[in-house]
């Protein structure tokens, strides 16, 4: 084996160039809701053959993350619940085992950072990196997972090659306002993720619920009686379905960075899009600082500046090195890539500055690519396919004309991102032809019983998932709300905060929440 610190410090230098440019078996038999206990006890029971990473990385990055220490394994699923005989996946799990003494392990600690579409594979390697001196990794297996359809699992999403994702033909953006869908697009659509992931079946199978269902089996197959989960993000959306599905399951949960259990598909965006446009003009106000900013020095007049830059990349895309071009959809999603966090605000200055002084958008391109999961090497991961194929299975669907009015409010809320053309006709839901029916449901999570205290972190300048989701989410499954003081999404297990990291590791070791009111500043 290596020497371990020479590996971590290694990684730890790769983590930090990530984070600058832009995340028992009987007892679950009984209470398993899917299929008769019987039909599904081969898949609870079963053995995970931990062993050699090879094989499992699907980008570069994940090349240099996934050696020893770490060990992988395969957890077998059924595609469908309701028929537990029938076809199965595969679920692509990595661990390290706990680094302090055997008798002090608690057991394991699994771990989803959102998306939807993101791999916990390669966000397990990167935290467990950044908090090398935390008592959790003494005490926790750290398992990542990439839940079904996603990055190493199999079969994975697939709809588009590297090839047409380098061109901005793939516009599967996170945001929903992708440019003009038609129906001819969005039955093709479907037709190419069908063909590209395995078949119609596959692209039915990958809603939020069925990972739950799948995190249960990884529950029992890790050996674990109950369930110590972290998510982030849409990785609390999987948190919270996992605790009203599997509420007697639960040791404890943190869920960081909130999606609201009460907010349908559309008031979702709509908040998610008004946080935006609060950061936006955040970044409008820090830039008015300096005599040299692209936007103007009067922040009122920033949107206005930014419009007359980007709006004519719809027609006309500009330069942005080795050979592709930047559209509006790619340099507005390199903006809102770097809005994530305060940090990362001079990126998006510098990258409006090329675009405004050089009439190119190669800075805004890099931002967008890698949120979008592109590698140096032009190799894409499947975050934006998997985003889309999950919330198709998530969210509820919308008419053409909902969709229109929708993308009105939208452009109402958070005017960088307008277009200014007009949405009649060409805003159909890039669900419409999706097979099978929404399977979440909206409220989901209420009126939880049987579940113990969970810890819900919420930042107050949150620009994806707001401060009032977390509220929600605490009074919907009677969590414990930890504020944090801040301007970033999602902030636990990323070595940020010390006081965010050491009451996580207080709740998630030793079951202790804090005091209420208790605060945590960035």
């Not at 599904?40 to 029971?45: D, I, K, P, Q, T």
């Not at 605000?345 to 090329?354: E, N, R, T, V, Y």
């Not at 939880?448 to 989410?473: H, K, M, N, R, Y």
Request: contains cysteine; charged residues 20%; glycine residues 10%.
């Amino acid at each position: 084996m290596r020497d371990r610190k020479t590996y971590f410090r290694r990684l730890l230098t790769a983590t930090a160039v990530m984070v600058l440019l832009l995340a028992g078996a009987p007892a679950a038999l009984t209470q398993s809701a899917q299929g008769p206990a019987a039909e599904l006890g081969r898949f609870y029971n079963q053995e995970l053959a931990f062993g050699s990473c090879e094989g499992f990385a699907a980008t570069a990055l994940e090349e240099q993350l996934y050696v020893d220490p770490f060990t992988c394994a395969r957890l077998e699923v059924p595609l469908d619940y309701d028929n537990p005989t029938g076809e199965t996946m595969q679920i692509a799990v990595l661990r390290l085992p706990a680094q302090g003494e055997p008798s002090e392990r608690i057991g394991s600690l699994v771990i989803n950072p959102g998306g939807p579409g993101g791999s916990g594979m390669q966000v397990a390697v990167l935290s467990a990196v950044g908090l090398r001196d935390s008592p959790l990794l003494q005490r926790f297996d750290w398992v990542g997972f990439d839940p079904r359809g996603v990055g190493a699992s199999s079969p994975a999403i697939s709809c588009f090659t590297d090839a047409e994702s380098d061109r901005g033909e793939n516009k599967t953006t996170l945001l929903g306002t992708s440019g003009e869908w038609t129906t001819a697009d969005t039955r093709e659509l479907m037709e190419k993720c069908a063909q590209g992931s395995g078949g119609e079946a596959v692209l039915a199978a990958v809603g939020t619920r069925n990972v739950a269902r799948d995190m249960d089996v990884l529950r029992a197959a890790l050996g674990d009686e109950t369930l110590t989960f972290f998510g982030q993000s849409y990785g609390t959306r999987l948190g919270a379905v996992y605790a009203e599905m599997f509420p007697q399951n639960v040791r404890a949960m943190v869920l960081d960075g909130v999606l609201d259990p009460r907010q349908g598909s559309a008031e979702r965006r709509l908040s998610l899009h008004t946080g935006f446009q609060r950061s936006f003009e955040l970044m409008a106000e820090f830039c008015a600082q300096s005599p040299d900013c692209p936007l103007g020095s009067d922040p009122e007049g920033a949107i206005a500046v930014f419009q007359g830059l980007v709006q004519p990349l719809i027609d006309y895309p500009v330069p942005a090195g080795n050979g592709r071009t930047a559209n509006f959809f790619q340099a507005t999603g390199g903006v809102l890539a770097g809005l994530y966090t305060a940090e990362a605000w001079p990126l998006i200055i510098d990258g409006i500055a090329q675009l405004k002084h050089e009439g190119r958008g190669d800075k805004l391109l890099t931002l967008s690519d890698n949120l979008s999961g592109r590698g140096a090497d032009g190799v894409w991961s499947n975050f934006l396919e998997a985003n889309l194929a999950i919330n198709c299975n998530d969210e509820e669907r919308r008419t053409p004309e909902q969709e229109a009015d929708l993308r009105r409010q939208i452009f109402d809320v958070n005017p960088f991102l307008d277009t200014g053309r007009d949405v009649e006709g060409v805003t159909h839901d890039a669900c419409e032809f999706w097979p099978g029916e929404p399977t979440l449901g909206f409220p989901y999570a209420q009126d939880v019983e049987g579940l113990p205290d969970t810890l819900i972190v919420s930042i107050t300048g949150d620009p994806s998932t707001p401060f009032t989701a977390g509220v929600s989410l605490a009074d919907s499954i009677g969590g414990t709300l930890l504020t944090v003081e801040g301007e970033r999404h999602t902030v636990a297990l990323e070595g940020i905060s010390p006081c965010v990291n050491a009451i996580v590791a207080d709740y998630l070791i030793d079951l202790e929440l804090p005091a209420e009111g208790n605060r945590c500043v960035l």
